[in-house]
T-cell receptor, first 112, second 113 residues
Framework: KAGVTQTPRYLIKTRGQQVTLSCSPISGHRSVSWYQQTPGQGLQFLFEYFSETQRNKGNFPGRFSGRQFSNSRSEMNVSTLELGDSALYLC???????????FGPGTRLTVT | DQQVKQNSPSLSVQEGRISILNCDYTNSMFDYFLWYKKYPAEGPTFLISISSIKDKNEDGRFTVFLNKSAKHLSLHIVPSQPGDSAVYFCAASDPGGYQKVTFGTGTKLQVIP
């Protein structure tokens, strides 16, 4: 069974630009969550999607947005990038109602 | 406001000894707790979980203990092996949050051969 895949794995952007990250969940998993990991901050919850609907959202500014498609694939977008957005962005998928999540390898975003 | 806290950023243990990783939480609504392990350049991997109706759960070398009155949980690894060297994250979820999971900041475990 293929794991969670995330593309791209590495990305370098300039302040002010926008970026789109992609996540393909494990087949059959319809819940997809996104997290931001920075040194000393652990994993900060961004949002969670199920059946193309955002069900939960963390405490991030509106520059962070996401969506989910009918095949459960998900994208997240960050507009007007700031230096502080440099982080590892992790996607996780799970079955509905199951807290144990399967994570992808992450996308390392560097903003210069 | 950090609702899940791992106050030890790092821990070193000799191979074969017990590793004890600690986690404290503040939200009394949390009813399910998980531990994840993360190697560099990989995403976290689920390790073990415990429901708030239990106080202990074992899986091989890994045991999680939950003390609800103290809002504290711990992960015991016995015996510790060099391959256990990784960052360990404690996480918690509440029933009203759908599948929103709150993670701690992680503890880096180094097992010395």
């Amino acid at each position: 069974k293929a794991g969670v895949t995330q593309t791209p794995r590495y990305l370098i952007k300039t302040r002010g630009q926008q970026v789109t990250l992609s996540c393909s969940p494990i087949s059959g998993h319809r819940s997809v969550s996104w997290y931001q990991q920075t040194p000393g901050q652990g994993l900060q919850f961004l949002f969670e999607y199920f059946s193309e609907t955002q069900r939960n959202k963390g405490n991030f500014p509106g520059r962070f947005s996401g969506r989910q498609f009918s095949n459960s694939r998900s994208e997240m977008n960050v507009s007007t990038l700031e230096l502080g957005d440099s982080a590892l962005y992790l996607c996780a998928s799970s079955f509905l109602g199951v807290y144990e999540q399967y994570f992808g390898p992450g996308t390392r975003l560097t903003v210069t | 406001d950090q609702q899940v806290k791992q106050n030890s950023p790092s821990l070193s243990v000799q191979e074969g000894r017990i590793s004890i990783l600690n986690c404290d939480y503040t939200n009394s609504m949390f009813d399910y707790f998980l531990w994840y392990k993360k190697y560099p350049a990989e995403g976290p991997t689920f390790l073990i979980s415990i429901s708030s109706i239990k106080d202990k759960n074992e899986d091989g070398r890994f045991t999680v203990f939950l003390n609800k009155s103290a809002k504290h949980l711990s992960l015991h690894i016995v015996p510790s092996q060099p391959g256990d060297s990784a960052v360990y994250f404690c996480a918690a979820s509440d029933p009203g949050g759908y599948q929103k999971v709150t993670f701690g900041t992680g503890t880096k475990l180094q097992v010395i051969p």
